[in-house]
């Protein structure tokens, strides 16, 4: 049951009733142990100044044993073009946890020819949530004992661990999971050039990608800078675990062409209709640059995003498919029916909006006026502002479980959803927990939504009701 005076308010105060915790309550948390490690995570490990990477799944058991399968990308010895290799391999071992969230990995790598390598590494839990009274790792760093035994060179290693729905109780993922609106940052090197590029995917194998990329100006001594268009066209395949490869034919600045391939891992996901849906997404290019760069070594993150335009996602659509998005073979809707339906995906626009600005304290705070209308956007400053005061910010993303909108008055909506945060973490400047031990994994609210002159609909009044 809520607590009485936490009952409809405005629902940006469940922040303040629910995830607010005591001293008192966060001693109470008890200790990190190994059912806090317990679960599937993506894994990304860096070798030196991002000479190589591996993207790899680490699967743990509440007992301290741990498997994994990992695609290691590293520069082919004695290559002059920088020409890379890409082997795969497996992980298996144990890990021991302290009070504290740090311990140690013991395990064994082994490549698909054969190849074996022991070792130790050191993590610490970087973030956590609190589930049935009980820590629960989201975010894990580690350092290896060794330098690495798979690449030459004494190279230093360090991973991060990023929670994932776990296929085992989620299912497999899929093309459909790579599905939507994506913001693509591409990385060259250490931070050597740079593009942006919007990415849509179609979740039926289909990509489009297209964007600037920021290069060094050849031959310049000053550092001059130059901007070019690029944009890649290809397909995608997915593997059950959340692994995959792209396969691109790019386009140049100067309209040539160039075909290349990258290695993907989904890092984090949502569970939403029976589908795991990626909402980050990292991968490494398989070959050197085909972009300027000389001979530089490529990865991206994929991060989804919310695109409600429906003429930009036709758009897109044509340029991926050469159709435009699929109409429903089914009786068209009619105009009131339409309204509710938009005023339903309001609120996962809403929260995507609050996610992202929750989790990137530099994000600016204009952009609740993409989703929302006064007064809940005073209601979301004031609170996201004082978060950012107090140096708590989120781990994690909200998941709308169900929505249904009814016709209000004066043309709004009264729209009520079904609310998961049980994957949603607040964490102070140090990384330790803000959330309550007694949080509820999901809270209805109420939402009043209204259609704008712009023929988007806009969340004017949220509360909190219930638990659902």
């Keep these: 049951m809520f607590k009485e005076n936490c009952s409809s308010v405005p629902a940006a105060l ?17 200790c990190y142990t190994l059912e806090s490690l317990q679960g599937a995570f993506g894994v990304i490990g860096t ?8 993207l790899g799944t680490r699967s743990n058991d509440a007992a301290g044993n741990l498997t994994g399968t990992f695609v290691l990308n590293s520069p082919t010895v004695g290559s002059t073009t ?8 497996t992980n298996k071992g144990t890990f021991t946890v302290n009070c504290d969230g740090t311990g140690v990995v ?8 054969g190849t074996t390598a022991p070792a130790f590494d050191d993590f610490v839990i970087t973030g956590a949530i609190v589930q049935n009274g009980k820590l629960v790792a989201t975010n894990i760093e580690d350092v290896q004992r060794v330098p690495s035994g798979l690449i030459p060179g004494g190279l230093f290693l360090t991973r991060k661990y990023t929670r994932r729905p776990d296929s085992q109780t989620a299912g497999c993922y899929t093309l459909e999971s790579l599905q939507g609106s994506y913001g693509v940052v591409v990385n060259y090197d250490v931070n050597l050039a740079m593009g942006l590029q919007p990415e849509y995917l179609d979740g039926l194998g289909n990509l489009r990608r297209t964007g600037i990329n920021n290069q060094p100006l050849t031959g310049s001594t000053t550092g001059e800078r130059t901007i070019g268009n690029v944009t890649s066209s290809g397909t995608y395949v997915v593997n059950c675990n959340g692994s995959g490869t792209i396969t691109r034919v790019v386009t140049r600045p100067d309209g040539s062409k160039a075909t290349t391939a990258d290695d993907f891992l989904i890092l984090e996901g949502v569970e939403q209709g029976g589908k795991i849906i990626a909402t980050t997404i990292f991968d490494a290019q398989q070959g050197p640059a085909v972009v300027g760069a000389g001979t530089a070594f490529v990865t991206r993150i994929h991060t989804l995003r919310p695109n409600h335009n429906a003429a930009l ?6 340029l991926v498919c050469g159709t435009t998005a699929p109409t429903p073979s089914t009786t068209s809707l009619s105009p009131a029916q339409q309204d509710a339906k938009d005023a339903e995906q309001a609120i996962p626009r809403f929260w995507a909006v609050v996610d992202a600005l929750s989790s990137n304290p530099s994000a600016s705070l204009d952009r609740l006026a993409v989703v929302s209308r006064q007064p809940t956007i005073t209601t979301w400053r004031q609170l996201l502002t004082s978060h950012r005061v107090k140096q708590v910010k989120q781990i994690g993303h909200t998941t709308v479980a169900s929505v249904s909108a009814k016709p209000g008055h004066a043309g709004k909506f009264t ?4 609310i998961d945060v049980s994957k949603v973490n607040l964490v102070d400047k140090v990384g330790k927990s803000v959330v309550a031990a007694n949080r ?4 209805k609210y109420l939402y009043t939504v209204e259609k704008g002159s712009d023929g988007v609909f806009y969340v004017v009044e949220d509360k909190v009701v219930q638990t659902c």
């Design 106 to 113: 013991t395990r064994i790598a082994t490549l698909a020819d």
């Design 440 to 443: 509820p994994a999901r809270v």
């Design 47 to 54: 070798y030196g100044s991002n000479i190589a990477v591996a």
């Design 82 to 89: 920088g020409a890379r290799t890409v082997a795969s391999g």
């Design 14 to 30: 469940i922040l303040t009733c629910f995830l607010g915790v005591s001293a008192a309550q966060a001693q109470g948390t008890g």
């Design 313 to 318: 996602e036709d758009q897109l659509q044509l």
């Design 415 to 418: 729209v009520t959803a079904c």
